[in-house]
């Protein structure tokens, strides 16, 4: 939608009219409650915690629309032009500005396999980032995903990049204090000392780009790797006669899998088995996003490998999936087709669920006092109508840019 930058940055005190989702956390995260979500400064507040309030009162009708936590993306490597890579806190920036846009208030910027002083300089920035005031939506630390994975299921991964695990880079990855996740494959030489490196820093250890077998991952579930990265994608598969890491990520409740729910890394057939097997707490949405979403189609790169965008993909000149160009707006909507589910059912994915994963829910993912005033509202397609980032407009739509006023309080 056009964007209207008539409030652009506006507080707003209270969001009413709409249908409100994750207010009943967790007694009955289904609940859609009528009640108005009301904003002290950057945080959610009760009704009567605003009675002292003076001054203009800035208000959002949402009257026929969907009043959501914002959505948290865990794995994006860019949007808009702008590429976790480049090690420039204003092109993280950049990427939260972007996709503000599609309902994202929260994000992990995801590296990208390639030289172990690009990849530190590329986290540095993301540290960097996290300490500026918000643009768009909040960069709440890095992803770091490779340079420890399987070459032979690199997907679009730089080969030429890929080292064996060393504990020593991983302390100077912590030492940033920015880093929240790291995807490796935990078959590796080393994979359970790395787990157990990462646990000891408070970085969620992650599993992907990975031959792991089916032992080979409960084994490293045992361990503490309680994700997997894309799930389907750059993984061994479902066989009867070796489950591997998809057959144990299935069945296994300690793992969260990641799905990239754009229609073309999986098949929508795909996303309703893993949302069975798995259930609302099990699943969380993520882009893969790069840096050409929000571009025209074309030649671009993505780790320093050459990528064709065209027909929504991106791939390879060898047609391997890099990265993808959905945002988090379109994955919801798409799960949402794809599990023949409604958005009180589903919405989880998107913001709650990997909150958790980042042990952010204390203050984003859902509606508390107390909580971050990061909102998504949409429509009954999954269009954003607005964004709001801490009680503040970072996106609205133009079409719905008469649904704020500011008046006295009522």
């Not at 969907?66 to 808009?80: I, Q």
């Not at 998809?246 to 949302?275: E, K, T």
Request: charged content about 20%; hydrophobic content about 40%; glycine content about 12%.
């Amino acid at each position: 939608m056009a964007e209207s930058r008539a409030w652009d940055d506006a507080q707003i005190h209270a969001v009413a009219g709409g249908s409100v989702y994750g207010t009943a956390i967790p007694d009955d995260p289904t609940a859609i409650s009528r009640d108005p979500v009301f904003i002290v400064g950057n945080r959610i507040a009760a009704e009567g915690d605003t009675r002292s309030h003076t001054g203009e009162w800035v208000q959002f009708e949402a009257d026929e629309l969907h009043v959501l936590p914002g959505f948290v993306d865990v794995h994006v490597h860019g949007g808009g032009g702008h590429d976790a890579m480049s090690g420039d806190p204003d092109d993280i920036q950049g990427m939260g500005r972007f996709h503000a846009r599609h309902g994202t208030t929260a994000l992990a910027a995801t590296t990208g396999t390639a030289p172990k002083d690009t990849i530190l300089n590329a986290t540095r920035a993301v540290g960097e980032a996290m300490t500026r005031p918000i643009k768009g939506g909040r960069i709440v630390g890095a992803h770091i995903e490779g340079p420890f994975i399987n070459p032979a299921w690199a997907g679009a991964q730089n080969p030429a990049h890929i080292v064996d695990i060393d504990l020593q880079f991983v302390q100077q990855l912590a030492a940033t204090k920015a880093v929240k996740l790291m995807t490796f494959a935990p078959e590796l030489p080393g994979g359970g000392e790395l787990t157990k490196e990462l646990l000891r820093h408070g970085i969620v250890p992650v599993m992907g780009h990975t031959g792991a077998t089916w032992s080979q991952t409960a084994e490293a579930a045992n361990l503490g790797v309680v994700q997997a990265t894309h799930t389907y994608n750059a993984m061994l598969g479902l066989h009867h006669r070796e489950p591997g890491a998809l057959g144990r990520i299935l069945l296994d409740d300690r793992i969260q899998g990641q799905l990239i729910a754009d229609n073309i890394h999986v098949h929508p057939g795909a996303m309703d088995l893993l949302w069975r097997c798995k259930g609302p707490l099990g699943v969380m949405l993520i882009t893969d996003a790069i840096r050409a979403v929000g571009l025209p189609e074309g030649e671009y790169e993505f780790g320093r490998l050459p990528v064709t965008v065209k027909d929504g993909a991106c791939r390879l000149p060898d047609g391997t999936l890099a990265g993808s160009i959905a945002t988090m707006d379109v994955c919801l909507g798409n799960l949402m087709s794809a599990t023949g589910l409604d958005l009180a059912e589903v919405w989880q994915a998107s913001s709650l669920v990997p909150a958790v994963s980042l042990k952010l829910d204390y203050t984003i993912g859902h509606f508390a006092n107390g909580c971050m005033a990061d909102i998504a509202i949409v429509d009954d397609d999954i269009n954003v109508a607005a964004t709001i980032v801490g009680g503040r407009i970072q996106y609205l739509a133009s079409a719905y840019a008469d649904r704020i006023s500011g008046t006295q309080r009522p």
